[in-house]
């Protein structure tokens, strides 16, 4: 049932202060997390330089094995192993260095926003969905609540994957080529490449969701997905190699996944095109 019992007026003032509610949050978080700076920036202990301190060699090991153990070859994950092990550097032989007398802060401050905004997201997600939901229909309610939960939480699972897999394995592999060159990274650069990482990684993940919308409306059944799979294969090597850096290991950690994700995606279809065929045989 609609919401009409507030005027046009009444409701640019509750948005207004929805609004206010979201960025008093937002500038909460960052103030919080400006003030524990240091446990998220410093080299030595802090969380976003956690993969340049994680073992990289640990996390093939463990990526390789979880793959042989779902049941594909172990003789060609052997051989993949051995030589992206052979390819991975130590991290301590990268530095971060600021290149200007503000780095350092402005850095610091990027940071603290974008740690503030994940902070506060649950208050402003929840400001967003009250103002909308007196708008939907009951039917509505019912399916957009799940799918909103669904698509945040594969996002959410995306950028974690990037941040706690993908990025350690990345920076030594990279930090690898030509070693008679020193790695010196400015920390601007590092960590607009991490926060890159994540937001790919985190959209990437977003392909079952796209799937089940493209089955809504009705441009593509599951027969289709399925019929696609050899260009969806290929069409993900390209995307991935697109979104992560030039290296092949980090491609294969975002197209493995995405593969994964496709399968389910189908599922996803399969689920719509049962309930359309629900809702005709209903409406018969």
Do not use: C
């Amino acid at each position: 049932m609609k919401d009409t019992s507030k005027t046009f007026l009444e409701h640019l003032d509750e948005l207004r202060k929805r609004i206010i509610v979201s960025v008093i949050a937002a500038a909460a978080g960052t103030i919080i997390s400006f003030i524990f700076r240091d446990w998220l920036f410093d080299f030595k202990s802090g969380l976003l330089t956690l993969p340049l301190r994680t073992k990289p060699s640990d996390l093939i090991a463990g990526f390789f094995n979880g793959i042989s153990k779902a049941g594909i070859g172990t003789n060609i994950l052997n051989l993949f192993e051995l030589f992206f092990r052979s390819r991975t550097y130590q991290t301590d032989t990268i530095k971060l260095f600021a290149a200007a007398p503000t780095e350092k802060f402005l850095v610091a401050f990027k940071g603290s926003f974008t740690v503030g905004m994940l902070l506060a997201a649950p208050i402003i997600l929840y400001e967003v969905w009250a103002f909308i939901l007196p708008a939907l229909k009951s039917n509505e309610r019912r399916y957009l609540v799940p799918l909103f939960v669904i698509a945040v939480s594969f996002f959410i699972v995306g950028a974690v994957f990037a941040f706690f897999v993908v990025t350690p394995v990345a920076m030594p592999v990279l930090s690898g080529l030509m070693p008679s060159i020193e790695n010196q990274w400015r920390i601007e650069y590092y960590f607009s490449f991490v926060i890159r990482i994540m937001l790919a990684f985190g959209l990437a993940f977003e392909l079952p969701m796209v799937m089940g919308f493209i089955s809504w409306i009705g441009i593509f059944d599951a027969e289709g997905f399925k019929r696609q799979r050899k260009l969806a294969v290929i069409l993900i090597f390209v995307a991935s190699a697109a979104l992560t850096p030039q290296d092949p290991f980090t491609m294969l950690l975002m197209a493995i996944p995405l593969m994964g994700l496709y399968e389910l995606g189908i599922r996803f279809a399969i689920a719509i095109g049962q309930r359309n065929a629900r809702m005709l045989s209903s409406e018969t």
